[in-house]
């Protein structure tokens, strides 16, 4: 009779090791399905859109990633306005002073043209994905899209201006449907990855519309960093088709100037124009203007979009007097 196998022992140093071993191995692999599991949702919300969303899922116009888009009525407005640095005032339901035609109404920290910059880039990453769902980026990859560099003060400053944009409320009136709500629905960071958990509100897709918003030009806006007052412009005037002459207290005020002093404000002004042409024309977008008495006349190239506005308008008036 052959005498029983022993059993592999289950206890002592052997086999309190062996064990050991095994919970590593588990607690490696559930690590490694984790980082997967996380790297695959970053590439989700970072990639282009490939097959046809649903018909009932609302998402923003993919425009290209040389513009950013932005509502006309944003940009033609002292909403974004050119502010000094320092501190803000806080707004109520604050008329906000806009051309003939709009209305806008804003509670929260007043907003400057570097809160637009964010603003941009988060809905510019939000493009690729259908409103009211979450879109997770880094602050990194964030930085990395506006042009500035990874360094602990940038990140606080993006983080102070993406609070702002979260903690405030809008109400604009203009050819469509009115809306009424946040720039930004929801902005949290995730405690494990450390990314921006960000939702955008499905209803901010009726200031999209075609002929509501303006592709601007990202590589001109980006020469123009620091100089608000030309940002602003840039913005205004791309909006713009075929530009008609504006007074120069009109454009301050559109742009939220905080100059009290004509003299000053209108040498402002002036400096700000040259510094928009200057940027315009070095990425090929001809720019110039000329001061006449009181009024500003801007002369520029339209965009494809605004040469088929302007034959359309151009026929329809045609027909009328046929």
């Given at each position: 009779m052959r005498a029983p196998v022993p059993r592999?022992?289950?206890?002592?140093?052997?086999?309190?090791?062996?064990?050991?071993?095994?919970?590593?191995?588990?607690?490696?692999?559930?690590?490694?399905?984790?980082?997967?599991?996380?790297?695959?949702?970053?590439?989700?919300?970072?990639?282009?859109?490939?097959?046809?969303?649903?018909?009932?899922?609302?998402?923003?116009?993919?425009?290209p990633d040389s513009v950013r888009g932005v509502p006309n009525g944003f940009l033609r407005s002292a909403l974004f306005g050119a502010i000094a640095k320092g501190e803000r005032r806080y707004m109520s339901r604050e008329r906000v002073t806009t051309l003939d035609g709009l209305t806008i109404l804003y509670t929260g920290e007043r907003l400057d043209q570097g809160d637009l910059d964010v603003w941009e880039s988060v809905l510019h990453v939000a493009r690729t994905r259908a409103l009211g769902?979450?879109?997770?980026?880094?602050?990194?990859?964030l930085l990395k899209?506006?042009?500035?560099?990874?360094?602990?003060?940038?990140?606080?400053?993006?983080?102070?201006?993406?609070?702002?944009?979260?903690?405030?409320?809008?109400?604009?009136?203009?050819?469509?449907?009115?809306?009424?709500?946040?720039?930004?629905?929801?902005?949290?960071?995730?405690?494990?990855t450390k990314e921006w958990v960000i939702v955008v509100n499905p209803k901010?897709?009726?200031?999209?519309?075609?002929?509501?918003?303006?592709?601007?030009?990202?590589?001109?806006?980006?020469?123009?960093?620091?100089?608000?007052?030309?940002?602003?412009?840039?913005?205004?005037?791309?909006?713009?088709?075929?530009?008609y002459p504006m007074c120069v207290d009109t454009l301050l005020k559109l742009a939220g100037s905080e100059d009290e002093s004509p003299s000053s404000g209108r040498q402002t002004l002036r400096k700000a124009l040259d510094a928009l042409a200057d940027a315009s024309t070095a990425h090929g977008q001809p720019f110039s203007y000329d001061v006449q008495g009181d009024l500003v006349h801007v002369d520029k190239k339209p965009s494809n979009s605004q040469r088929r506005h302007l034959a359309k308008k151009a026929a329809g008036q045609m027909k009328r007097h046929l």
């Open positions: 592999r022992a289950t206890t002592g140093a052997g086999g309190e090791s062996e064990r050991h071993s095994v919970d590593a191995l588990v607690a490696r692999i559930a690590a490694l399905q984790k980082k997967h599991r996380e790297r695959v949702t970053r590439e989700e919300c970072n990639k282009l859109p490939g097959a046809p969303l649903p018909r009932d899922v609302v998402q923003l116009p993919h425009w769902v979450t879109c997770r980026m880094t602050s990194y990859a899209l506006m042009g500035n560099t990874d360094t602990g003060k940038n990140r606080r400053v993006l983080h102070t201006r993406i609070t702002r944009l979260r903690a405030n409320a809008v109400e604009i009136e203009q050819d469509g449907e009115p809306y009424i709500g946040g720039l930004i629905d929801v902005a949290y960071k995730d405690s494990k901010l897709h009726t200031l999209f519309a075609a002929d509501q918003f303006t592709q601007i030009d990202w590589n001109v806006r980006r020469e123009l960093v620091g100089k608000s007052l030309a940002q602003w412009l840039h913005g205004f005037y791309a909006s713009h088709a075929k530009p």
